[in-house]
């Protein structure tokens, strides 16, 4: 009997991108379904969505044969363990997959949330959240050394959970005018190597779609 996985999703979401370039990565067959978003910035929650993850009620929402798996890095954990046969995401060595665990939780608190003190704001209070993005980008390039992927020879966790922010890095630089490729070139490079993988391209969103919603969302908040 065939398994039913259906992925509720946002395609501009960093987040869902995590999902679906794991799904990718293992060559799972899914459902993709799209929320709406109201006047191009707001979430319009699905009762589906409400149904699924009742506590956050947020995207994305993996269901397997009828039952829900929330939070993306959860949700890539679960992919890889589930189906196990096929592109590694974690290391087995117990010492390395708590270092990719470690790092794909730093990512997870630190790169959106920084990115997000750059496009909300204007002027010099850009400046403390460009600062902080670049120190954590460093940090990460000093991760990845001169490994190809932070997840070495092939791609791994940490590359699945940093990949989709390089999608919103055009929107931060746009509103914040800086380039991240003068400050940190080696991670700039580690994401266009990702990006000649099968599985990546038609995961990401387009960085002018992201770019996009940024500037509606600036708009509703009054920031522009």
């Known amino acids: 009997m065939a398994e039913a996985v259906v992925l509720l999703d946002l395609s501009i979401s960093p987040f869902g991108s ?52 929330c939070e993306s890095l959860i949700i890539v954990q679960y992919i890889d363990e589930v189906w196990n046969d096929k592109s590694p995401l974690l290391p087995s060595d117990p010492y390395e997959r708590a270092q990719a665990m470690f790092w794909a939780d730093f990512v997870d608190k630190k790169i959106f949330d920084c990115g997000k003190k750059i496009w909300m704001n204007k002027g010099e209070e850009q400046e403390p959240g460009k600062k902080e993005l670049i120190e954590c980008l460093k940090l990460l390039e000093g ?80 920031v522009e």
């Open 143 to 222: 991760e990845l050394g001169e490994k190809p992927y932070f997840g070495g020879d092939n791609l791994g966790f940490v590359d699945v959970a940093l990949l989709p922010l390089h999608s919103w890095f055009y929107a931060y630089e746009t509103c914040g005018n800086f380039s991240i490729e003068a400050e940190c070139p080696k991670l700039v490079a580690w994401a266009k190597r990702c990006m000649e993988k099968e599985s990546v391209p038609n995961s990401l969103p387009n960085q002018n779609l992201v770019y996009d919603y940024v500037l509606q969302v600036r708009k509703r908040t009054g």
């Open 18 to 69: 995590r999902v679906r370039i794991a799904l990718a990565e293992k060559g799972i067959e899914y459902e993709y379904k799209e929320e709406e978003l109201k006047d191009k910035s707001i979430l319009n929650k699905s009762s589906l969505l409400l149904q699924m993850n009742p506590v956050h009620k947020k995207i994305p929402v993996l269901i397997h044969n009828g039952k829900p798996i």
